[in-house]
């Protein structure tokens, strides 16, 4: 066992894991009404690529990429769509987005798959391109598109890290299937290896998840570019930057990527689509999903097609008990509350949560800031989350910035000790997206003062241009005025001249 | 006494020199607060107003002759930005049942007539289309200034607002009452 380190601060946290690992991973049977929305992961929405009343295939691509960051979306069953139409969506805004809806026929049937030759021989590019087109993302929660994650760009990657710590309450997703599915994940880390020419994979997991580490060790003690690290149990440990803290000691710098030290982060859950989208050609159309929390009556894991409501799943696990009053997507600190569970299950959704009023009897009374400092001490990314509470409450934008609020993970650590319950992640969101639209709008400005100064300078132009021409003109009709009258002064001239010289004639004439 | 006159003349002309050249070589051409009250304006170019543009009303601002709460569009953060760097007081929007929908002006097809009036009055060039042809909007580049609307002969531009979907969506500013919960 190598060396491990501390990242700063931290909490430790009551796991409340164990209500939903009492069962297996149950296969949740096929929605009679699958929703699945076109932008299910970080970039550009995918675009719709079939119709209304179309039969699609089990597989088939229903949403086609139109960026660079975009993955695309696959039919999770065959059936027929019946409407193509805006949805509330899992997000916190509740706005709805474009989602395919597909009613299933039953028979499951798939797309017909050809078999992807051996990946040993193959180029790294051409294997990104196929996890691309299975549409993976990164199964952890930020949903971001991992054939971008998987290309090493020019850098020699040390370490590929597979993230199983799992670090937030509740959540037993990546548990469960390093339990029950660790050849999946072994396998996937295979592929994802060859892709970044990896040296070494780790599979760091939490220390509470004895029998995950066991399934692992025991299927790894053969392969000797595979370590299972067991880690301490401390939130957020899982966050990407306090993981390879943890592991090396190392930290990635503020604006940089885990890329800039030679490693990679990623998902247990990734690693085992990865494997389900190059040895078995399918691609990312269910995903495991925990349900759980005290408002709901049987929590447990489920293996789900992407687009399935989420109020199905809640049924599935016995339904909601009498004093549910909460549905959060995500863990308790990181999550995101939910209006409606009418919305559906996407790439990103790895939890349910049910809660109900005890709780969060701790969000109690909110008091002023006293400024005791609790938060500094628990930031794993050294911020100073009241004084960015204080710039976000007076949307001091640029100091926002220079105190770094963008490298905050919103762990939701500073909000668990706020002895005044200031709910200060809130304050961290709301400033970021002020930020960002501020930014958007700069855009959009600039564009606008440089079509406008194109347009008045365009203008100018045209009128000086005609000036000019008016100019000229008047100058030519003048030239041709003055042309005119040397003309007729040197007519004037001939005659006189012709006359005097027909008198001057008459005159000798009459002389003689 | 006589060499500390010639030093020191020879080191004054010197330095003369270097601050006429520099005066020549470094020369900021315009004036660069107009640059920075305009760059916080937010260039719908819609002349609410009443200038010509936003750069015009930059020009009126640095110059002192008119007042810094008369952008509709920017609203009461662009007042709070103009009164910190021109050094004034902030005071309220001029007009006070003003108020700005961000939107997009859209043209009806059908209507259309091809009279180029509407691509005269566009202060971006955001309108495309010639005589007796279509026109319309390039939407990523309107402003939503309404310029076009007036002049359109059959009345076939509307203004329709940008709806918030989730790719534009921002968080809302908690709202803390002391003692509430949370």
Not at chain 1, 78 to 98: R, Y
Not at chain 1, 138 to 155: C, E, M, V
Not at chain 1, 374 to 380: A, I
Not at chain 2, 97 to 121: F, R
Request: with cysteine; proline share 7%; aromatic share 4%.
């Amino acid at each position: 066992m190598s060396r491990l380190y501390k990242f700063p601060g931290g909490l430790k946290l009551a796991g409340h894991k164990t209500i939903s690992t009492r069962q297996p991973i149950s296969k949740a049977a096929i929605p009679d009404r699958l929703f699945v929305p076109l932008g299910q992961h970080i970039g550009s929405p995918a675009e719709c690529t079939v119709e209304k009343g179309q039969r699609v295939l089990k597989g088939q691509t229903i949403g086609a990429v139109t960026d660079y960051v975009a993955a695309p979306v696959h039919a999770p069953s065959s059936g027929t769509v019946v409407d193509i139409q805006k949805f509330p969506a899992a997000h916190a805004s509740s706005l709805p987005s474009d989602v395919i809806i597909i009613e299933p026929d039953g028979k499951d049937e798939w797309l017909e798959r050809e078999p992807i030759p051996d990946i040993t021989e193959m180029d790294p590019s051409e294997l990104r391109n196929l996890i691309r087109c299975a549409g993976i993302v990164g199964l952890g929660g930020a949903a971001f598109p991992t054939f971008i994650k998987l290309n090493p760009a020019g850098h020699q990657i040390s370490k590929l890290i597979l993230n199983g710590a799992e670090c937030e309450p509740y959540i037993t997703c990546d548990d469960m299937l390093m339990r029950e599915r660790p050849h999946e994940i072994i396998d996937g880390a295979k592929i994802m290896r060859h892709a970044l020419n990896a040296a070494q994979v780790i599979i760091a997991i939490e220390e509470n998840k004895p029998e995950a580490i066991a399934s692992l060790q025991a299927l790894a003690s053969e392969l000797d570019w595979l370590q299972i690290q067991a880690i301490p149990v401390i939130y957020p440990t899982g966050g990407e930057r306090q993981l390879i803290k943890v592991l090396t000691g190392k930290d990635v710098p503020s604006k940089g990527l885990p890329l800039d030290l030679g490693m990679v982060v990623s998902n247990v859950a990734t690693a085992a689509a990865v494997h389900h989208a190059i040895d078995h050609q399918q691609p990312l159309i269910s995903r495991i999903i925990t349900v759980t929390g005290s408002g709901v009556r049987s929590p447990q894991n489920f293996e789900v097609l992407i687009g399935t409501p989420i109020s199905d799943l809640i049924e599935l696990a016995g339904g909601y008990t009498e004093d549910a009053d909460r549905l959060v997507v995500g863990g308790p600190m990181m999550g995101i509350t939910l209006k409606t569970d009418a919305t559906p299950v996407v790439k990103a959704s790895n939890c349910l949560l049910v809660q109900t009023p005890p709780d969060h009897a701790g969000e109690a009374i909110i008091r002023p800031c006293i400024r005791c400092g609790e938060c500094v001490k628990v930031c794993p990314v050294k911020l100073l989350p009241q004084q960015l509470y204080w710039f976000s409450q007076a949307k001091y934008l640029d100091d926002l910035q220079s105190h770094n609020l963008f490298d905050c993970i919103e762990c939701g650590c500073c909000t668990v000790v706020c002895p005044s319950h200031i709910p200060l992640v809130q304050y961290f969101r709301f400033g970021k997206s002020e930020i960002w639209k501020k930014e958007q709008e700069t855009i959009k400005a600039d564009l606008a003062r440089e079509r406008a100064d194109a347009k008045t300078s365009r203008v100018e132009r045209i009128k000086a241009e005609k000036k000019a021409q008016h100019a000229a003109r008047a100058k030519k009709n003048a030239a041709a005025a003055d042309r005119k009258k040397e003309i007729e002064a040197a007519v004037a001239r001939t005659k006189a001249k012709k006359t005097a010289d027909i008198d001057t004639a008459i005159n000798q004439n009459t002389e003689n | 006494m006589v060499l500390t006159i010639l030093s020191l003349g020879i080191l004054a002309s010197l330095f003369g020199l270097l601050l006429g050249y520099s005066s020549v070589r470094f020369r900021v051409e315009g004036d660069p607060l107009v640059d920075k009250v305009d760059s916080l304006l937010p260039q719908t170019q819609c002349g609410q107003c009443t200038f010509p543009g936003c750069r015009p009303y930059a020009e009126a601002l640095v110059k002192g002759e008119t007042e810094i709460n008369l952008c509709v569009p920017g609203g009461e953060d662009t007042i709070t930005a103009l009164a910190e760097t021109l050094g004034r007081e902030a005071v309220p929007l001029s007009d006070e049942h003003a108020s700005h929908v961000p939107s997009l002006a859209v043209i009806i097809e059908e209507y259309c007539i091809g009279c180029t009036k509407c691509i005269q009055a566009c202060p971006v060039d955001a309108i495309v289309g010639t005589a007796k042809q279509m026109h319309t909007v390039i939407a990523e580049e309107c402003t939503g200034c309404e310029l076009c609307v007036p002049p359109c002969p059959v009345e076939c531009i509307d203004m329709r607002p940008i709806k918030p979907d989730i790719s534009s969506w921002t968080w809302p500013q908690p709202y803390v009452a002391y003692g509430a919960k949370n």
